[in-house]
């Protein structure tokens, strides 16, 4: 028999209970029972479950009423005050966007109703009765503007409240162009706080009101009805026509509003009509001037405004001549040669103390550039030796005199002289140049003498009318030439000897020739023998026949049996 057929025969043997079948019958229940405590009693798990159904709870429950809302703002005022407690630049930030336009608007409001009301007043500033009010206004402490405002309003009414007289709330308000607004309902709170304190302190009966109360500059009137009452603030002492204004208003809101008034329980909207009627109470009275007293004060501000024209156009010739002497001022300590140190008044004039050098530039020089006049400015320089490198190179051209041709210029002390001049100038520049203040050497590589020039040119011009004679196919001179070698030779000392300190570059060429007799190669070799053999000669004459050069040139000319010479002079630039 089979394992599955023994295991049958044994279940079939076997006598089942309850215990064995409760797996089966509940094992789903058991596992979600153990799911469920799972949950509440593991954290996460339970802080998971509850996020997933809070959001849907939070919306039932606010469509079912505000019991959520109630029940959560003792907490969420507690959390956000302890969030401004500790944290409050996180709660500005927070707010940083609604609460900036608001106080913008503010900010924007006050200002154009400040400019309105300057704009109003500004015409009676130019009066005598202005210094005065100016000095209130700093001995009070006022505003100017509320100052001129008192003296020129003999009053203005600036605001009409509507208001309901058994709640106390305002029903409409109005307020006067370019005045503020205010709080409609902390005016209400503060009227009705007056009303029952005077009340209660005299024991008035109900029917009996608060008629007039003051702070400060203002006036409040109040006009009482069966149903409403109406308040005007007003600045200065309001006459009786704002009494009778309010009267009439009021009346005539009882006969237009009498059940609205009657039936009111909180509902505004029904009362905006009422803000035509309002305005007709906002109105103001100035105080009537005589006319010969305005054409005093016009007279008066005439010739104030005249004073300030001539104080301002003074003003600005003191600020010119002022800017003038400054830039002049700045110009001096821009020359070489002059250091200022000291400027200011003395006497009703200006003045510039200072060292200058005597090559200086005359401070007295740069006045009619800058629009001043000797008398406007005293100049007080002592003299003295600069060495600014612009004065010591005009005191080496006043004390060494170079001939024209000659420059001079000073860098890093040391004075450069270019040019050409006699040497006796030369001699006397070497022996002057470095006792001058400001120049430690001279630099005269590049300064060369003019006898040297002319003497350099001279023994060319010699040497070139020289003529070596050869006989017929030698090449070696006849002893009757010695003298003109001789003369060659010093010639030649003398050109190599002056030319580099005339600032020449020599070229001396010794250029054989031949005549006609021979073939052309016979006279090319003949004529290259004749100048290497004067050269030769030269050499034996203490010439350096390095500093020369000798060419043949075979026949090129008819009279050829002899060397001559080719001398080329030209400034040491050229020739390296």
């Given at each position: 028999?089979?394992?599955?057929?023994?295991a049958?025969?044994?279940?079939?043997?076997?006598?089942?209970?309850?215990?064995?079948?409760?797996?089966?019958?509940?094992?789903?229940?058991?596992?979600r029972?153990?799911?469920?405590?799972?949950?509440?009693?593991?954290?996460d798990a339970?802080?998971?479950?509850?996020?997933?159904?809070?959001p849907?709870?939070?919306?039932?429950?606010?469509?079912?009423?505000?019991?959520?809302?109630?029940?959560?703002?003792?907490?969420?005022?507690?959390?956000?005050?302890?969030?401004?407690r500790?944290?409050?630049?996180?709660?500005?930030?927070?707010?940083?966007?609604?609460?900036g336009p608001?106080?913008?608007?503010?900010?924007?409001?006050?200002?154009?109703?400040?400019?309105?009301?300057?704009?109003?007043?500004?015409?009676?500033?130019?009066?005598?009765?202005?210094?005065?009010?100016?000095?209130?206004?700093?001995?009070?402490?006022?505003?100017?503007?509320?100052?001129?405002?008192?003296?020129?309003?003999?009053?203005?009414?600036?605001?009409v409240?509507?208001v309901h007289?058994?709640?106390?709330l305002?029903?409409?308000?109005?307020?006067?162009?370019?005045?503020?607004?205010?709080?409609?309902?902390?005016?209400?709170a503060?009227l009705?706080?007056?009303?029952?304190?005077?009340?209660?302190?005299?024991?008035?009966?109900?029917?009996?009101?608060?008629?007039?109360?003051c702070?400060?500059?203002?006036?409040?009137?109040v006009?009482?009805?069966?149903?409403?009452?109406?308040?005007?603030?007003?600045?200065?002492i309001?006459?009786?026509?704002v009494?009778?204004?309010?009267?009439e208003t009021?009346?005539?809101?009882?006969?237009?509003?009498?059940?609205?008034?009657e039936?009111?329980?909180?509902?505004?909207?029904?009362?905006e009509?009422?803000?035509?009627?309002?305005?007709?109470c906002i109105?103001?009275?100035?105080?009537?001037?005589?006319?010969?007293?305005?054409?005093?004060?016009?007279?008066?501000?005439?010739?104030a405004?005249?004073?300030m024209i001539?104080?301002g156009?003074?003003?600005?010739?003191?600020?010119?001549?002022?800017?003038?002497?400054?830039?002049?001022?700045?110009?001096?300590?821009?020359?070489?040669?002059?250091t200022?140190?000291?400027?200011?008044?003395?006497?009703?004039?200006?003045?510039?103390?200072?060292l200058?050098d005597?090559?200086?530039?005359?401070?007295?020089?740069?006045?009619?550039?800058?629009?001043?006049d000797?008398?406007?400015?005293?100049?007080?320089?002592?003299p003295?030796?600069?060495?600014?490198p612009?004065?010591?190179?005009?005191?080496?051209?006043?004390?060494?005199?170079?001939?024209?041709?000659?420059?001079?210029?000073?860098?890093?002390?040391?004075?450069?002289?270019?040019?050409?001049?006699?040497?006796?100038?030369?001699?006397?520049?070497?022996?002057?140049?470095t006792?001058?203040?400001?120049?430690?050497?001279?630099?005269?590589?590049?300064?060369?003498?003019?006898?040297a020039?002319?003497?350099?040119?001279?023994?060319?011009?010699?040497?070139?009318?020289i003529q070596?004679?050869?006989?017929?196919?030698?090449?070696?001179?006849?002893?009757?030439?010695?003298?003109?070698?001789?003369?060659?030779?010093?010639?030649v000392?003398?050109?190599?000897g002056?030319?580099?300190?005339?600032?020449?570059s020599?070229?001396?060429?010794?250029?054989?020739h031949?005549?006609?007799?021979?073939?052309?190669?016979?006279?090319?070799?003949l004529?290259?023998?004749?100048?290497?053999?004067?050269a030769?000669?030269?050499?034996?004459?203490?010439?350096?026949?390095?500093q020369l050069?000798?060419?043949?040139?075979?026949?090129?000319?008819?009279?050829?049996?002899?060397?001559?010479?080719?001398?080329?002079?030209?400034?040491?630039?050229?020739?390296?």
């Amino acid at each position: 028999m089979s394992a599955r057929l023994r295991a049958r025969a044994r279940r079939r043997d076997h006598d089942y209970t309850l215990d064995d079948l409760r797996p089966f019958l509940v094992q789903p229940e058991q596992e979600r029972l153990k799911s469920l405590e799972h949950k509440l009693e593991t954290p996460d798990a339970l802080a998971e479950a509850i996020g997933e159904v809070l959001p849907r709870a939070a919306v039932m429950s606010q469509k079912r009423g505000e019991e959520l809302s109630s029940a959560m703002q003792p907490l969420m005022l507690s959390s956000i005050h302890e969030v401004v407690r500790k944290n409050p630049e996180l709660f500005a930030d927070a707010i940083f966007p609604s609460i900036g336009p608001a106080i913008r608007r503010a900010a924007r409001a006050a200002l154009e109703a400040f400019v309105q009301r300057v704009d109003d007043m500004v015409q009676r500033t130019m009066t005598v009765e202005s210094l005065r009010w100016r000095i209130e206004a700093a001995r009070t402490g006022r505003p100017f503007i509320e100052v001129v405002m008192l003296h020129n309003l003999a009053y203005r009414v600036e605001h009409v409240f509507l208001v309901h007289r058994e709640s106390g709330l305002v029903l409409q308000h109005v307020a006067a162009e370019s005045v503020a607004p205010e709080d409609p309902d902390q005016v209400s709170a503060m009227l009705a706080a007056l009303d029952d304190f005077t009340r209660d302190a005299f024991r008035e009966e109900k029917e009996a009101g608060l008629s007039r109360f003051c702070v400060g500059g203002l006036t409040g009137v109040v006009e009482h009805g069966p149903r409403a009452m109406l308040v005007a603030i007003v600045r200065g002492i309001a006459s009786k026509d704002v009494e009778a204004s309010l009267a009439e208003t009021l009346e005539l809101i009882h006969r237009q509003y009498a059940a609205p008034l009657e039936r009111f329980q909180g509902e505004v909207a029904a009362f905006e009509p009422t803000r035509d009627a309002l305005v007709g109470c906002i109105r103001e009275e100035r105080i009537q001037k005589p006319a010969s007293r305005r054409r005093g004060q016009l007279v008066l501000g005439a010739i104030a405004v005249l004073v300030m024209i001539a104080v301002g156009i003074t003003w600005s010739l003191w600020h010119d001549q002022h800017r003038r002497f400054a830039a002049y001022v700045e110009a001096l300590g821009e020359e070489p040669g002059l250091t200022i140190t000291r400027t200011g008044h003395d006497g009703g004039r200006r003045f510039v103390e200072g060292l200058g050098d005597p090559l200086a530039l005359d401070p007295a020089a740069l006045l009619a550039a800058h629009g001043l006049d000797a008398s406007d400015v005293e100049l007080r320089f002592k003299p003295v030796y600069s060495l600014d490198p612009p004065i010591t190179e005009r005191r080496a051209f006043q004390v060494l005199k170079p001939p024209p041709g000659v420059s001079l210029s000073l860098v890093n002390g040391t004075l450069l002289a270019a040019g050409v001049a006699e040497r006796a100038w030369i001699d006397r520049a070497r022996l002057l140049a470095t006792s001058l203040p400001g120049v430690m050497a001279l630099d005269d590589t590049r300064l060369f003498e003019a006898e040297a020039i002319t003497s350099a040119e001279a023994a060319a011009a010699a040497l070139e009318g020289i003529q070596i004679s050869f006989p017929l196919g030698s090449t070696r001179p006849p002893h009757a030439e010695r003298a003109r070698l001789d003369a060659a030779a010093r010639a030649v000392q003398e050109i190599l000897g002056a030319a580099p300190r005339g600032g020449l570059s020599a070229r001396i060429e010794i250029v054989g020739h031949a005549d006609a007799t021979g073939t052309p190669e016979r006279n090319q070799r003949l004529s290259e023998e004749r100048a290497s053999m004067v050269a030769a000669e030269l050499d034996e004459r203490g010439v350096a026949t390095s500093q020369l050069s000798a060419r043949g040139v075979g026949h090129a000319d008819l009279a050829a049996r002899k060397v001559t010479f080719a001398v080329r002079l030209s400034p040491a630039s050229e020739g390296s």
